[in-house]
C-alpha cells in the first residue's frame, strides 16, 4: 500500500468505513496536494513531496463533473449515502468553495435527494464567514480537533500557518451552535520533530484525552468521531491505537452525553 493522490474533482464512488457509499469531491488539483496543514498520518502524504502545477477546479468544472456523475449513478441504479468533500487538500481553502457547495445542494436535490453532503475540514479556514456560512448548510460538518496541545499539534498536524492557535479554532467550533461533528485522531509511535530529535507520538494517554474532551463539552457538537490510521502514513513508525484505546475514549464521549463513534 502507498499513499494516494485522488484525482479531481469527482472521485469513486468508494465505501468509507464511516460514511458508507460516498461520491468524492476533491476541490484541489489532481496533480498533488494542498494543504495548511501537513499530518504526519496523511494518507496523501507529505506535502513537499506532492507540490502541484496545475490549478484548483473551477466552480464550473466543480458542477458539471459532479452533475455528469450523478446522472450516471442515477441511470445505473447507484444511489449513493453521502458526497464527500475531501481528497487531495482542504476543501475549504478552495476560493470558491461556499459557491461550490451551493450547486452541490442543488444537484443533490435533482438526482439524489437522499444522499447527505459531507465535508471533511482541517478547520483552519472556519473563522472565515463566509466558510463558516458555507458549512452551515451541508447536513455533516466533519472538523479536525486532533488535540488542544499546541505542542503535539505542531508536532503531528503540522499547521503551515505560524499564526495557528487551537484556542481560536476551538472558540470559532462553538460559533456552529452544534452543527460540528468533531473528528479526532488517535494514534502512537515516534517521529522527527523540527530539530531532528525521535519523539514519542501519542495522544491516548490521559493527557491528552481529558483536556479534548473539555473542549468537546464546550463545543457541543452533535457528534464525535474518533478513528485511528487505516493506511500507509508516509511518516512510517506510527502505529493504530488499540480497540481498547478507542472503546475507552469512545465511551466516555457517550459518557458526556455526545454520540461518538469509533473507526479501527
Ligand atoms: S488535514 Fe487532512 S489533507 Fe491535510 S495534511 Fe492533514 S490529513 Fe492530510
Redesign the pocket.
Known amino acids: 500500500m502507498s499513499t494516494i493522490i485522488f484525482p479531481s474533482p469527482i472521485y469513486g464512488p468508494v465505501h468509507s468505513r464511516r460514511l458508507g457509499l460516498s461520491l468524492g469531491i476533491n476541490l484541489m488539483p489532481a496533480d498533488g ?1 494542498i ?5 504526519i ?4 502524504g507529505f ?1 513537499k513531496d506532492h507540490h502541484t502545477h496545475t490549478h484548483h477546479p473551477s466552480r464550473e468544472e466543480v458542477a458539471e463533473a459532479l452533475a455528469r456523475q450523478l446522472e450516471k449513478m442515477h441511470n445505473d441504479g447507484e444511489h449513493p449515502d453521502v458526497l464527500t468533500f ?1 481528497g ?3 476543501p475549504t481553502s478552495n476560493p470558491h468553495f461556499p459557491e461550490i457547495i451551493d450547486d452541490t445542494i442543488r444537484l443533490r436535490d435533482k438526482w439524489c435527494p437522499d444522499a447527505k453532503i459531507s465535508v ?1 475540514s ?1 478547520s483552519t479556514f472556519i473563522g472565515h464567514e463566509r466558510t463558516r456560512q458555507a458549512l452551515m448548510k451541508v447536513d455533516n460538518n466533519i472538523l ?1 480537533l486532533d488535540t488542544v496541545d499546541a505542542d503535539y499539534i505542531q508536532l503531528t ?2 499547521p503551515a500557518q505560524p499564526s495557528y492557535d487551537v484556542m481560536k479554532v476551538i472558540e470559532n467550533m462553538k460559533l456552529f451552535n452544534g452543527h460540528v461533528i468533531i473528528q479526532t485522531m488517535f494514534m502512537k509511535g515516534t517521529t522527527v520533530d523540527r530539530k531532528g530529535q525521535t519523539v514519542s507520538v501519542d495522544n491516548t494517554s490521559d493527557r491528552y484525552v481529558e483536556p479534548w474532551l473539555e473542549a468537546v463539552k464546550a463545543i457541543k457538537p452533535q457528534g464525535v468521531m474518533v478513528y485511528t490510521i487505516d493506511r500507509e502514513t508516509p511518516d512510517h513508525n506510527l502505529c493504530k491505537a488499540t480497540h481498547e484505546e478507542l472503546d475507552s475514549i469512545r465511551d466516555r464521549v457517550v459518557a458526556a452525553g455526545f454520540p461518538c463513534t469509533a473507526s479501527y
Open positions: 496536494k494543504c495548511t496543514f501537513d499530518c498520518y496523511c494518507e496523501c506535502n475531501a487531495n487538500g482542504e471533511l482541517n479536525k498536524d503540522r
